[in-house]
Every structure is written in structure tokens, then in C-alpha cells.
């Protein structure tokens, strides 16, 4: 992948996506987890829908026990070590 590429493919994601999918993973509740961030239902549904198609994997079995797949599983993994790193990348900078 072209540097070019790798820029666009960057440019359309978004942390929220991230934490949308950890706490529907944790929650195994699309609803519980849009009462949990405080947001509408169809956010979170929209945050799932768009990092599915931006990986291009399935990561839920089906929408009513949201189980993970075997995609899911590992991508919970990476998931939580993105978020990790972008909390943390802050208590490294200087406060202004």
C-alpha cells in the first residue's frame, strides 16, 4: 500500500468506532452500550456498521446477543491496546 493509501485509509477512521465496539463487546448490548456512552442506539450501530466495512470483517455474530466472531475476538485485542496507546500518548505531551 502506497503511502498515499495508507493516508486515506487513515483519514476515514475514527477512535469512536473503537470505543463503540469494546463497550458492545463488553455489553453484549447494543442498547446498554449506547446508554453506557450516552448516545443514541443507531450511533452505535452506525460506529459498528462503519468499522466492519473499514475492516472489512464481520466482528458480531448477529445483532441480538452480539457475541463475537473469531475476527472479533482478535480484533478486541487490537481494539484495546489503540485505545490504550491514545490515552496514554497523551500523559507524554506537555500541557498548554
Given at each position: ?14 477512535a ?9 463487546a463488553?455489553?453484549?448490548?447494543l442498547?446498554?452500550a ?8 443507531s ?9 466492519e466495512r473499514?475492516?472489512?470483517r464481520?466482528?458480531?455474530r ?7 466472531t473469531e ?22 505531551l506537555p500541557i498548554?
Amino acid at each position: 500500500m502506497t503511502s498515499t493509501n495508507q493516508d486515506q485509509v487513515i483519514r476515514q477512521f475514527t477512535a469512536r468506532w473503537l470505543v463503540s465496539f469494546l463497550t458492545v463487546a463488553e455489553m453484549q448490548s447494543l442498547t446498554a452500550a449506547a446508554n453506557h456512552l450516552r448516545v443514541h442506539r443507531s450511533n452505535v450501530s452506525r460506529d459498528i456498521d462503519a468499522l466492519e466495512r473499514w475492516l472489512g470483517r464481520v466482528l458480531f455474530r448477529d445483532n441480538v446477543t452480539f457475541e463475537l466472531t473469531e475476527d472479533g475476538k482478535r480484533f478486541r485485542e487490537t481494539a484495546q491496546t489503540m485505545t490504550s496507546m491514545l490515552i496514554h500518548s497523551r500523559s507524554g505531551l506537555p500541557i498548554s
